[in-house]
C-alpha cells in the first residue's frame, strides 16, 4: 500500500525514510520557486527600458559579450555584468537548503564483535510466535540477544513510545554486545544494533548466530518496522506542534489586501507575529502603509541635502513604510500556482522573545516621529499607550504609596491559585510522575493549569524583604504588597502574560498553564462570537483612597540610602543566572542584596526599558577607599574585557 496524503487535489507522499530535504523523506518548511530570469535596463525619470540578455553559460566572469551591440559604455556593461554575475538571494536559499538537507547514514559497517562473538549453550530455542519481553508484557519492538538469546524490548522514544529500554538494560549487566531486532529478519537481511559500538551494524554471520537458538533464516519474512521506519513515524508524531500548527484542520488560503504572509527566514517567527498584528491596526496603517509617498519625498529630499547614498536605505521610516505598504496593499497576496513550483526550504531555529523585540520597535517607531514630525500621519504609539498606577502597600503598618508611569505593553504576573482545574492537573502530574518512575510509555495528552484572564488583574504581587519607610524607626524589612491599575486605556491592549518564573534551583521555567479568555468557550479554548473583555476592574481609583495613609515622601531616596551598595556575592550568583551587572545591581538596591527577593525582582522587571542600563552614584561592594565607583564606568571598561579589580582602581 502507498502510504500518501491528498490535499488540495494534490497527492503528497508520506515520508518513507529517516532524512531531511531530500526526496522520500520529510520536507523542509519554506517555499522556493521556480525562476525564470529577465533582465532589463530602465532609465528614470522618463521610464524608458531596454531588455539585457543573461550571460553565456561557462563564460568567463569579466566577460561582457552577451552586452555588445547594446550601444552601452564600457563602464556601464562592466556594471551590468557585476550584477548579473552576483549570487542572487533564490541562489544563496538553494545552497542553504542543501547544506540543510540531511539523511541517516545506510551503509552499516561490519562489526568487530561478529567473527569472535561468543553463543552460550544454555539450550535457548526461540519459537516462531507468542514472543514477548522477558521483562514486561510488550510483544512489539522486541529484541534478541545474540550471545543468550534473551528477548527484550527496546528503547523508548521521545513520546514514550517504542520500549521500556529492557534490552539496552540487558546490555549494562551481561556486556553480551550485539542484538537482532525480531520481525525484521528476511532471508537476504536484519536489523542487527551493537550496544557496544552503539550503532547499527552488519553481522556477515548473522545466519549462523540465529540457527544458534533454532532460527531458519531463509525461512523468515519481514513482520514488523525497522528502526527506520520506527524513528519516521516518531518524528511525524509531534503532537503539541501539531496542535499548533492546527494540523487537524482543513484551512483555506486567503488573498488580497492586509492578506499577505511573510516568509520565516528561519529565526524570524517571533519578528512575523509582531509585525503581522502591529499593521492589523488602523494606527500602524495609517502611519506608515498609507504614508509611503511621504516618506519617499522626505527620504529623496534627505540624499539631495546631504549627498548621502545610503540615506533612504538608513531611513528606518521609509523601510517600515515600505514593508507595511507591501503587506496591506495586496500586491504581494496572490496563489502559489502563479508563483511557479513549489519545493523544499529551511530549517527554523530558536527564535528570541516577542516582547523584546516590541519593545526595542517601539523604541525605533518613538525615535522615527520625533524626526519626521513633517508626516501627517501621528505616533501610532498613541493607540498603544496608557498610564499605569501602581500601589504599594506595607505590610507592616498598612501604609500605601501611589506612583503613575507610561506604558505600551501591559505585564501581567499569573496567579497559579487561581487555577480552576487544579485537581485534574495534579492527577495527570501524578500519572506522568509515575509513568516516569516505573519507565512505562505515557501517552495522554498534556493537560494545564487553566486560568482566567480576569484573575490576573486582580493578582497582588508580594514583594519580600520591603525595606519600609514607614516603620519606626524606618528601614525596617518587611513583605510589600503591590498591585498595578490602568489610569488611561488605549485604543489597543497589547498583554504579555508573565509565564517565567524561577524554579527551585534559581533557573527560568515556564509555568505550564493556559489562560482562558471566555471561560465558556469550546474545547479548542476560542472565545464565542460576540464574546467581549470587561477591562473595568481594571480602572484605577485615582490615588490615596479615604481611610489610607500614605507612605512618607521620601520612599524612594531612604531606599537607596539603607542600600547604598550591593552585596558582591549576591550580585555574583544573580549574574550567573544570565542577567547583566548592572541589571543585577538595581536587583539588589531594590531589595537590599536579598538573592530571592532579587531574582523574583529581575523576572517582573525583565520588560523595564533602563533595566540594563548603568546606575549613577552607586557601588557593586563596599569599597576599602570609601570612593564611590561609577557604574557606568565600570560597564564599559567590563565590557572591553578589562577585570572588574583593574577597572575600579
Excluded at 158 to 177: C, F, L, Q, V
Aim: proline share 6%; glycine share 6%; hydrophobic share 40%.
Amino acid at each position: 500500500m502507498n502510504c500518501s496524503d491528498i490535499e488540495d487535489g494534490v497527492e503528497h507522499d508520506r515520508p518513507k525514510k529517516l532524512a531531511i530535504g531530500v526526496p522520500g523523506g520529510f520536507e523542509l518548511p519554506q517555499d522556493k520557486f521556480t525562476v525564470i530570469e529577465k533582465w532589463c535596463l530602465r532609465r528614470f525619470p522618463g521610464g524608458h527600458s531596454l531588455d539585457i540578455p543573461c550571460p553565456l553559460e561557462n563564460s568567463a566572469v569579466a566577460d561582457v559579450s552577451h552586452l555588445e551591440g547594446l550601444g552601452l559604455s564600457t563602464k556601464l556593461m562592466s556594471c551590468i555584468n557585476a550584477i548579473q554575475r552576483c549570487d542572487s538571494a533564490i541562489l544563496m536559499a538553494e545552497r542553504a537548503s542543501a547544506a540543510a538537507a540531511w539523511e541517516a547514514e545506510n551503509v552499516r559497517p561490519v562489526s568487530k564483535f561478529a567473527q569472535s562473538l561468543i553463543q552460550l549453550n544454555n539450550g535457548v530455542t526461540v519459537p516462531p510466535s507468542g514472543l514477548k519481553c522477558h521483562k514486561c508484557e510488550l510483544t512489539t519492538n522486541l529484541w534478541m540477544n545474540l550471545t543468550d538469546g534473551t528477548i527484550s524490548c527496546g528503547r523508548r522514544f521521545w513520546d514514550g513510545s517504542g520500549g521500556n529500554n529492557h534490552a539496552i538494560e540487558h546490555y549494562e549487566r551481561t556486556k553480551y554486545p550485539l542484538a537482532v531486532k525480531l520481525g525484521t529478519i528476511t532471508p537476504n537481511s536484519a536489523e542487527v544494533f551493537s550496544y557496544a559500538e552503539d550503532d547499527m551494524v552488519t553481522d556477515p554471520l548473522l545466519a549462523q548466530h540465529l540457527a544458534h537458538f533454532g532460527i531458519d533464516m531463509q525461512c523468515q519474512r519481514k513482520t514488523d518496522r525497522t528502526v527506520m521506519e520506527m524513528e519516521v513515524e516518531a518524528n511525524e508524531r509531534l503532537g503539541e506542534w501539531l496542535t499548533l500548527q492546527e494540523a487537524d484542520r482543513k484551512l483555506t488560503p486567503l488573498y488580497g489586501p492586509s492578506l499577505t504572509g511573510l516568509v520565516n527566514l528561519g529565526n524570524t517567527c517571533y519578528i512575523n507575529s509582531a509585525i503581522q498584528v502591529l499593521f492589523a491596526t488602523e494606527a500602524f496603517r495609517r502611519r506608515y502603509a498609507l504614508a509611503l509617498p511621504s516618506f519617499v519625498e522626505t527620504a529623496m529630499d534627505t540624499v539631495a541635502r546631504t549627498g548621502s547614498a545610503t540615506a533612504a536605505v538608513e531611513s528606518f521610516g521609509l523601510q517600515m513604510s515600505k514593508l507595511g505598504q507591501a503587506l496591506c496593499s495586496g500586491v504581494y497576496s496572490f496563489p502559489p500556482m502563479e508563483m511557479g513550483q513549489i519545493k523544499e526550504g529551511e530549517v527554523v531555529p530558536k527564535q528570541p522573545d516577542v516582547q523584546e523585540f516590541l519593545v526595542h520597535l517601539f523604541d525605533l517607531v518613538e525615535r522615527e516621529v520625533g524626526e519626521n514630525s513633517a508626516i501627517g500621519a501621528p505616533s501610532p504609539l498613541h493607540s498603544l499607550s496608557f498610564a499605569v498606577e501602581d500601589r504599594i502597600q506595607c505590610a507592616l503598618t498598612g501604609k500605601v504609596q501611589y506612583k503613575e508611569r507610561m506604558e505600551t505593553i501591559l505585564c501581567l504576573p499569573i496567579p497559579l491559585e487561581s487555577a480552576t482545574n487544579r485537581d485534574e492537573f495534579d492527577a495527570y502530574e501524578k500519572r506522568k510522575s509515575e509513568a516516569e518512575k516505573t519507565k512505562t510509555p505515557f501517552k495522554e495528552d498534556p493537560v494545564y493549569l487553566k486560568i482566567g484572564i480576569e484573575a490576573t488583574w486582580a493578582a497582588q504581587e508580594a514583594i519580600q524583604d520591603f525595606i519600609s519607610p514607614a516603620t519606626d524607626p524606618p528601614g525596617q524589612r518587611t513583605t510589600a504588597l503591590r498591585s498595578s491599575r490602568l489610569v488611561t486605556f488605549p485604543d489597543i491592549l497589547c498583554v504579555q502574560m508573565l509565564k517565567f518564573t524561577l524554579s527551585e534551583n534559581w533557573l527560568p521555567r515556564k509555568l505550564n498553564v493556559a489562560i482562558q479568555l471566555d471561560p465558556n468557550s469550546p474545547a479548542d479554548g476560542r472565545p464565542h462570537s460576540g464574546w467581549r473583555l470587561d477591562l473595568s476592574d481594571l480602572r484605577a481609583l485615582g490615588g490615596l483612597q479615604p481611610g489610607e495613609e500614605a507612605m512618607p515622601s521620601e520612599a524612594t531616596d531612604h531606599l537607596h540610602e539603607s542600600a547604598a551598595t550591593a552585596d558582591e556575592a549576591v550580585m555574583e550568583q544573580l549574574q550567573s543566572m544570565g542577567f547583566t551587572r548592572n541589571a543585577c545591581l538595581r536587583a539588589c538596591l531594590a531589595t537590599a542584596s536579598n538573592v530571592e527577593a532579587a531574582s523574583n525582582w529581575l523576572m517582573e522587571h525583565l520588560d523595564d526599558s533602563d533595566l540594563n542600563d548603568p546606575i549613577s552614584g552607586t557601588t557593586s561592594s563596599p569599597n576599602a577607599s570609601g570612593v564611590t565607583v561609577d557604574t557606568g564606568a565600570l560597564a564599559t571598561l567590563l565590557e572591553m574585557g578589562i577585570t572588574e579589580d583593574l577597572s575600579q582602581i
